[in-house]
């Protein structure tokens, strides 16, 4: 035994100070390239952000120090409130539409021969970019396109509707083709949540006489308490970053009715050159999206000690 090692109760070797000191930094060392990208892609752009969102500045020369103005000017302007409301639309339609369609489709195909290939249809459009479910939903939604021309074919009231033209009607609108992408995601998470489930909770609630909304009702639903808040926390965060369909189908249009608040930061750094407000609206979508996420965690901690 050397003089950095002693001998455990039960006759092992304990480790020295000096080989747990090795151990850690051994330990230090293979996270730390993790560490360091972590800082540079993320924590310093941050900080960098953050900076810019409290001064005017354009792209060019030095950033002027303006305080909290960016701030003050973003809950004054009009387009920027309305962008608001539009993101609180998303987050709301996100969850009503595609969670709850995706649940319908998931108990639907549970537990009939061959329920998968009865989601794989749905599951398709997940494949499909944002953009290029907005291209497809701008032909189908377009004044005088396919669903105009379809709603004419069949004599049925509707044709002409400005569905893309008018708010908060596109907003609607989008949030359709944001469920139709949707769905079939919702629809295989829940499936795979279903599956989970143990039968003897089932078979004794048929037994006691529960069937149909009361068996989901009291049995099903609390089951699948724990993935419902998967589900529904990546709907909200992706909700709020709402950016690819709302530009392929009105670039925010038309004027500035139907943005959201990443598409309004989007125009204020890149269109406008205004990098300050830019910034501001960043930092401002980064809390709520966190506050947003720590709350789902929160929950999904607290549904994992219930149980």
């Not at 769905?183 to 006691?208: H, M, T, Y």
């Not at 670039?251 to 050159?273: H, I």
């Amino acid at each position: 035994m050397t003089a950095h090692e002693n001998t455990t109760p039960k006759g092992g070797v304990k480790r020295g100070p000096r080989r747990g000191l090795r151990h850690h930094l051994s330990a230090y060392g293979f996270a730390a390239p993790a560490i360091v990208l972590t800082v540079v892609l993320l924590y310093l752009p941050f900080l960098w952000t953050a900076y810019l969102s409290f001064t005017s500045f354009n792209g060019f020369g030095d950033p002027e120090w303006v305080g909290p103005e960016n701030y003050v000017k973003m809950f004054q302007d009009e387009g920027i409130t309305n962008s608001m409301l539009n993101t609180l639309f998303w987050v709301i339609g996100t969850l009503v539409i595609p969670v709850g369609l995706g649940l319908v489709i998931a108990l639907l195909s549970h537990g009939i021969k061959g329920g998968v290939w009865y989601r794989m249809p749905f599951l398709v459009p997940y494949a499909v970019s944002g953009i290029a479910v907005g291209v497809i939903w701008t032909f189908i939604l377009e004044s005088g396109g396919a669903l105009d021309e379809a709603l004419n074919f069949l004599h049925l009231p509707g044709s002409g509707s400005r569905w893309l033209l008018d708010s908060p009607l596109n907003t609607f609108m989008m949030i359709i083709a944001a469920a139709w992408q949707g769905s079939g995601v919702n629809a295989l998470l829940f499936g795979i949540g279903l599956q989970s489930i143990p039968k003897e909770p089932i078979e004794a609630a048929r037994l006691d006489g529960a069937t149909g909304w009361k068996l989901f009702r009291h049995v099903t639903w609390p089951l699948l308490t724990p993935l419902t808040t998967v589900v529904v926390g990546l709907s909200i965060v992706g909700s709020l970053k709402t950016f690819d369909i709302v530009w392929g189908m009105t670039k925010g249009g038309p004027g500035r009715d139907s943005e959201t608040l990443a598409l309004t930061m989007y125009k204020q750094t890149f269109v406008t050159n205004d990098y300050g407000l830019g910034a501001a609206l960043a930092i401002l979508l980064t809390v709520i999206t966190v506050g947003a996420s720590v709350l789902y965690l929160r929950q999904q901690i607290g549904s994992g000690k219930d149980h």
